[in-house]
């Protein structure tokens, strides 16, 4: 039944990130002890004050359709943190509710992409963002971030990647997967080129809260008025506040790109659910402590096992600034215990090892795998100890 399908959807790539994690669930049922490092989602529960707002708001009977583009009060709470966090003021009419920060990105490309328009794209990359632009009839151009330069492009990389159908470059920092963060000057660098060259700017600040060492995380909206003017700003509750089953995320922007958004939202999602979105609201209005706490956890689970990861034979690892993860290149680990490829040297992580990571190949680096440190210290010792004797088990001299 395949020619009843649209050529759109033939042409896409499945998230390498849900296809292990489903791998490694199958494993599990079938009574294998199976660690997976794939998931990208905090291991905490959502905070009770939280939980407790939604429980409310349905006793209260706030049960119904809300405006396509969020609640009210919501955007109200969006706006004062934007405010609170980042010195950036927005108007409602600034801002999109979406079921999810992927939603409100997928929306975003189909508003802002006709067909043959040139995103840029850096690597590596989350996952979604060239399927999503080629949904949307857009074209993907990447733009290396090498491990010398930290996985992150200079301006003039981006310069360079600029032609006459260029709409667009996504910045993504903290980075999913390599969790490096560009600082103020990295940005304001590629801002003027954004500037020069008449691009939006699609700034992914999902990770915004879990950064480490002392370094801060900087908008890039923030350089000024007329980098602002330009850049639509992806963020949500998912990563920070440990909400990625609510789904929920925002964008904040030029007014009529976010009314198209919300128009384009209103005959698709029609609205975020409603229970999700007094949650948020309590997430943003609320305590922040459980979101500091989480913060704390991650960096002291990194602490730990950024020096065991990089102990193990033909591992080379960056130590990221944010984010969750960690992105080593073991191309020469692959290659010395026998393998043709480091996608070859994952599905024997899992199978023989059993350990589950995400080929980076999935984020346009194929030399790297990418690992999740939101698990608990244990079971993360435990799974670099398996991975490191199972490497030290096959390595040919």
Not at 116 to 145: N, T
Not at 172 to 184: D, F, L
Not at 207 to 218: M, R
């Amino acid at each position: 039944m395949n020619h009843l399908l649209a050529n759109r959807v033939q042409t896409l790539t499945p998230s390498a990130t849900l296809a292990i994690t489903a791998k490694a669930k199958e494993l599990k049922e079938q009574g294998v002890d199976v660690i997976g490092l794939g998931a990208g989602e905090p291991d905490f529960n959502t905070p009770e004050n939280i939980l407790q707002a939604a429980k409310d708001s349905m006793d209260k009977g706030f049960t119904k359709y809300t405006p396509a583009g969020g609640l009210p009060a919501l955007k109200q709470a969006i706006i004062a943190k934007l405010e609170r966090d980042n010195q950036l003021a927005y108007k409602a009419n600034e801002v999109m509710v979406g079921v999810g920060a992927k939603h409100v990105l997928y929306t975003l490309f189909q508003v802002i992409l006709n067909e043959g328009d040139e995103v840029i794209i850096p690597i590596p990359y989350w996952v979604s963002y060239p399927e999503q632009v080629k949904l949307a009839g857009g074209k993907p151009v990447y733009v290396e971030g090498t491990a010398a330069q930290q996985y992150k492009i200079t301006a003039q990389q981006l310069r360079d990647a600029v032609t006459a159908k260029t709409k667009a470059v996504i910045i993504n920092s903290p980075s999913n997967p390599s969790g490096m963060i560009y600082s103020k000057e990295e940005l304001a660098e590629l801002a003027k080129v954004a500037e020069e060259k008449d691009l939006l700017i699609i700034s992914d600040e999902i990770y915004e809260k879990l950064v480490y060492d002392g370094v801060e995380h900087y908008s890039i909206a923030q350089l000024s008025a007329s980098v602002k003017a330009r850049t639509i700003v992806v963020n949500g509750v998912a990563k920070s506040h440990s909400m990625t089953g609510w789904r929920i995320g925002y964008a904040a922007g030029d007014a009529s790109i976010i009314n198209a958004m919300t128009d384009l939202a209103s005959h698709s999602t029609s609205n975020a659910t409603t229970t999700a979105q007094y949650a948020t609201i309590e997430a943003y209005n609320g305590s922040q402590e459980a979101v500091e706490t989480m913060r704390q956890a991650f960096e002291s689970r990194l602490e730990v096992i950024y020096p065991k990861l990089s102990a193990i034979p033909g591992f080379q690892v960056l130590k990221p600034q944010g984010a969750f993860y960690l992105l080593p290149d073991v191309s020469e680990a692959a290659q010395k215990t026998g393998y043709d490829s480091v996608d070859d040297f994952v599905t024997a992580l899992l199978t023989e090892a059993n350990v589950a990571v995400v080929p980076g190949s999935g984020f346009g680096a194929p030399s790297t795998i990418r690992l999740s440190y939101a698990t608990s210290l244990e079971l993360l010792e435990e799974a670099v100890t398996r991975m490191h004797n199972f490497v030290e088990s096959k390595w040919q001299a």
